[in-house]
């Protein structure tokens, strides 16, 4: 073969070589990860005095710091996480994601890193005691989360009020617009706390588990997350921060 061609057939071979190269080999390698998060879940993440902080945005960054990379971050609508995420518009969404069957169709999750669930949530005075008491209530929930589909599939007499935020789905409760808020429980119970006139009923509706999400292309990132999860679990990174934010309920 002559020079010129030999050479063009290693530069066309290197190139498919990298052509199909997976693509969380990548994304794993990189010194900065791309992470979105929709921070207005307190304690799980929110913003206070114009930064992220919360449980899962320590948590990223303690992965991170495991994994020796930086994070970098960005803001997004809850409803927008999964569909970004598979756009490539990012290489991780943290944001108190439930590992469910539908989402795990379109994105990968790493093993659980906290337990969550579905509660309902109430002015202090209501008459709203049981879960059954929702029957035929006036209830807010947050656009793309579980809580939508799931009162829609178990509780039908109940009036759906859909918010895109947080705050909208509790003030509603506050002003007396809705009967309730079906949430999840941490963030539930934190409002509970800090903020006088709201009870969470005992009753769970669900038991569910926080996952990390990444692409289904990125299995050696997915690897790297649980490794580096599994690293700060048994230095106490992890039990520290359960402590920093739970540690009232």
């Known amino acids: 073969m002559k020079p010129i061609r030999l050479l063009a057939a290693l530069c066309m071979s290197a190139a498919l070589s990298f052509a199909i190269a997976p693509r969380g ?29 919360g449980f899962d945005i320590d948590l990223m960054n303690a992965l991170a710091k495991a994994m020796g990379k930086q994070v970098q971050w960005t803001d997004i609508d809850f409803k927008g996480l999964v569909p970004g995420l598979v756009a490539h518009r990012f290489d991780i969404a943290i944001s108190a994601i439930y590992i469910t069957p539908e ?20 002015k202090a005075g209501s008459p709203i005691k049981t879960l059954a008491d929702l029957n035929g209530k006036k209830v807010s929930v947050q656009v793309g989360t579980k809580s939508v589909n799931f009162l829609h599939e178990h509780y039908p007499q109940v009036q759906r009020v859909e918010v895109e935020k947080n705050e909208e789905m509790f003030d509603l409760v ?10 999840g429980k941490p963030a539930a119970y934190q409002l509970a706390r800090t903020r006088p006139g709201f009870r969470v009923l005992d009753e769970q509706l669900t038991t569910e588990q926080y996952g990390i999400a990444v692409r289904k292309d990125e299995p050696q990132l997915r690897d790297a997350l649980n490794a580096a999860l599994d690293k ?17 309920k």
């Open 103 to 122: 989402r795990a169709q379109v994105v990968d999750f790493t093993k659980p890193y906290y337990a969550g669930g579905l509660v309902a949530l109430v």
């Open 25 to 53: 080999a990548v994304a794993a390698d990189a010194a900065t990860l791309t992470v979105a998060t929709d921070a207005t879940f307190p304690p799980m993440e929110f913003t206070e005095n114009g930064a992220r902080t």
């Open 174 to 183: 506050g002003i007396g617009r809705v009967d309730a808020a079906v949430t």
């Open 232 to 248: 700060i679990k048994a230095d106490g990174t992890y039990a520290a921060l359960v402590k920093k934010w739970f540690s009232n």
